[in-house]
């Protein structure tokens, strides 16, 4: 599967950014999907994912009612519709295949896109 992340960029605080991905190759459909995201020297930390269906979804404590991710399975899509946004959100956000049993959690089949950098100002 290869993933191709995009829709990062400049946002003012409070604003919204939609960030996509694309997914082509092998079984996009059978996945949990997910997006993480790396801030400036920091980890690597769990935002959002998806189940298969789309009817289970996860979030970080730090953006829930703020972010929502969906997917498109005629597509091939997953989206994060990213709402009030704040400076701490500033990140690259990558899209990924989950481990649907601990659906925080990169799938071990290590499916990455290439990351989009979202940068939000004060």
């Known amino acids: ?10 946002v003012q605080a409070g604003g919204p950014l939609g960030l996509s991905c694309a997914a082509s190759g092998g079984t996009f ?3 949990y999907m997910g997006w993480p995201r790396q801030a400036p020297e920091k980890e ?3 935002v959002a994912s998806i189940s298969v269906s ?4 996860y979030y970080a404590d730090s953006v829930k009612g703020r ?19 704040k400076p701490e959100d500033t990140a690259v956000y990558y899209c990924t295949a989950m481990n649907p049993h601990i659906p925080t959690m ?3 089949d290590n ?3 290439q990351g989009t950098l979202v940068t939000v100002s004060s």
């Open 1 to 10: 599967v290869q993933l191709q992340a995009s829709g990062g960029g400049l």
């Open 29 to 31: 459909r059978s996945y």
């Open 44 to 46: 690597r930390v769990f």
């Open 54 to 57: 789309g009817g289970s979804t």
């Open 67 to 85: 972010f929502t991710i969906s997917r498109d399975g005629a597509k091939n899509m997953v989206y994060l519709q990213m709402n009030s946004l």
């Open 106 to 108: 990169p799938h071990t």
């Open 111 to 113: 499916y990455w896109g």
